[in-house]
């Protein structure tokens, strides 16, 4: 099972290259918050062995931006909501990670994107 979903990840990664993004409605609450209280609302969907997943927790905790971290493979509600936002803005459901930056669906680890969702210089 982990390989097949490596192996979609790292297909959905290079279809997308950078990343790419769509508008999607509130999906509701994630699983843990990190970080202190922020302008922005940030949810980041991802697994602990995605590499990709790591680096956008990673680039969010180092510019003290608060984010909901969603395990979609050990929170069963998560994954129901990654698959329910990717279907409603074109997105293959079970491709990591994927973050939601204001209503703003970032699909992939795009460093430049998330610098201008979130106004970091």
């Not at 508008?23 to 602990?48: F, I, K, M, N, W």
């Not at 927790?57 to 909901?68: G, K, S």
């Not at 990717?86 to 992939?108: C, F, N, Q, Y």
């Amino acid at each position: 099972m982990r390989t097949r979903i490596t192996l979609l990840t790292i297909a959905f990664a290079a279809l997308l290259g950078s990343g790419t993004e769509a508008r999607a409605e509130d999906v509701g609450s994630a699983s843990q918050t990190c970080g202190p209280q922020g302008a922005h609302r940030v949810v980041l969907y991802g697994t602990p062995w995605c590499g990709w997943c790591a680096r956008a927790r990673r680039y969010l905790t180092d510019r003290n931006v608060p984010f909901e971290d969603v395990d979609v493979e050990a929170n069963a509600e998560g994954a129901r909501r990654l698959s329910q936002l990717a279907r409603r803005v074109g997105l293959r459901p079970g491709s990591v990670p994927v973050l939601e930056v204001d209503g703003v669906v970032v699909a992939g680890f795009n460093k430049q994107r998330l610098d201008s969702l979130l106004g970091v210089p």
